[in-house]
């Protein structure tokens, strides 16, 4: 049976704030049944722009059970968000990375908008 979603070993997340709303965009049609990697932009509170970036571990023999989120990634641009892995057997669609992303943000949940192209920031 194929996971969307459960707890994660997500890092810096002890005592961190959280904001109602923020605004999310996938850089790709992202379907139900989910795809191999996921990534686009957020914003929380109206701030600067910033970069997501999931995959899935396609790899079944992997030992991985939990997603592995990185919630301070630096970009080669210099760019600052969030960067993961969830474990293979995921479904990896918009549900699974709003709800990480949440969770490794801060915000209650997301708003889908129409933003930068996460390539063009990294």
């Keep these: 049976m194929a996971q969307t979603f ?3 070993e997500c890092e810096d997340q ?25 990534e686009g ?12 970036f999931l995959t899935n571990r396609g790899d079944e023999a992997s030992s991985i ?12 641009s210099g ?3 969030v960067s993961g892995v969830v474990p293979a057997g ?9 709800k990480l992303l949440a969770e490794a943000v801060g915000v209650d949940g997301w708003i889908e908008v129409y ?3 996460s390539l063009m920031l990294k």
């Design 6 to 8: 459960a707890p994660s």
């Design 14 to 38: 002890v005592g961190a704030k959280k904001s109602a709303l923020a605004e999310i965009t996938f850089d790709i049609v992202v379907p139900e049944e989910g795809v191999g990697f996921v």
């Design 41 to 52: 932009c957020y914003r929380t509170n109206d701030e600067n722009w910033q970069v997501y």
């Design 65 to 76: 059970s939990v997603p592995i989120i990185k919630s301070k990634a630096i970009f080669q």
């Design 79 to 81: 760019i600052r968000g």
């Design 90 to 98: 995921w479904i990896l669609n918009k549900e699974t990375v709003k």
């Design 115 to 117: 933003g930068p192209d």
